[in-house]
């Protein structure tokens, strides 16, 4: 009975590492529906690869080892956390988009939440390099005809950049650079990997870096939504500084100290949902 035991805890922890592996994270309620185990089995579990070296334990579930600074989580992976923080932070970003605007949105979960505020804001035009953003508006649309009527007034122009797929689903390389390069932005929405006062904005993804860098380039205005788990995260490659910020908005848990370094090198605003603008 105890060999049989070790044997199939052997076994599913084997499915989860592929699990992990394969979609590059999960959450432990989707590991107890999809094994039919408990709660507390996954987490035995998920202490015993993380024991080993296998993955690495994060808030809600794991994802792989990997090194900090070429390490790149799929899109589900990162999803499922901070979850009410990038709510909030959409929340206060979907207010600096002006109705009748052409803005970018480049990708990741908080630029997928800031799309889903968007949605209201009348007659935007959406540039968008993000399949998961894209299709915010796609489905929205859809939809709004479902009766047949055709698009509801106001509702957003949506362009999708082509581009090669990242574990993320944002579309880079030379298709995304030249699109997003022939066009001009009011206001650039962008999520990162990882901000820091000497690496600036950064990413593990060396192409995405480089689409990042024309999307910058590209717009009037620069606004990056970014929790706090972001601040001192040093991604692979950089692709832009502090200084070509026109405004950060977080949520409440960046520490005090965090701010106080931002704010001596930010030349805009830093925004914090659910408090005063600073």
Request: charged share 20%; aromatic share 4%; hydrophobic share 45%.
């Amino acid at each position: 009975m105890s060999d049989n035991q070790n044997l199939l805890a052997e076994q599913r922890r084997a499915l989860i590492l592929d699990e992990v592996r394969r979609r590059g994270g999960v959450r432990v309620n989707e590991l107890t529906r999809k094994l039919n185990v408990s709660d507390m089995t996954v987490r035995r579990d998920l202490d015993a690869l993380a024991r080993l070296g296998m993955v690495e334990k994060v808030h809600g579930g794991a994802v792989p080892v990997a090194e900090a600074s070429t390490y790149e989580p799929g899109f589900e992976a990162k999803s499922g956390l901070e979850l009410s923080a990038k709510e909030d932070i959409a929340k206060a970003a979907a207010a600096m988009a002006a109705p009748g605007t052409a803005i970018a949105l480049a990708g990741g979960t908080t630029a997928f939440a800031l799309a889903q505020q968007l949605l209201d804001v009348p007659d935007l035009t959406v540039v968008t390099n993000s399949v998961r953003v894209a299709d915010v508006f796609y489905n929205a649309q859809r939809s709004a005809a479902g009766g047949g009527a055709g698009p509801r007034p106001g509702a957003a122009t949506v362009v999708l950049t082509g581009g090669v797929r990242t574990p993320s689903d944002t579309l880079v390389g030379p298709v995304a650079d030249a699109a997003v390069r022939s066009l001009h932005f009011d206001v650039l929405f962008l999520g990162v990997h990882g901000i820091s006062v000497e690496a600036g904005l950064s990413t593990p993804n060396l192409a995405e870096a480089e689409t990042n860098r024309h999307f910058v380039r590209s717009a009037r205005r620069v606004v990056v939504v970014a929790d706090h788990t972001k601040w001192g995260t040093v991604g692979l490659s950089s692709f832009a500084s502090l200084d070509e910020v026109d405004a950060l908005v977080t949520d409440p848990g960046l520490p005090e100290k965090a701010r106080a370094e931002i704010l001596e090198h930010l030349p805009g605003e830093l925004v914090v949902a659910g408090e005063p603008a600073m």
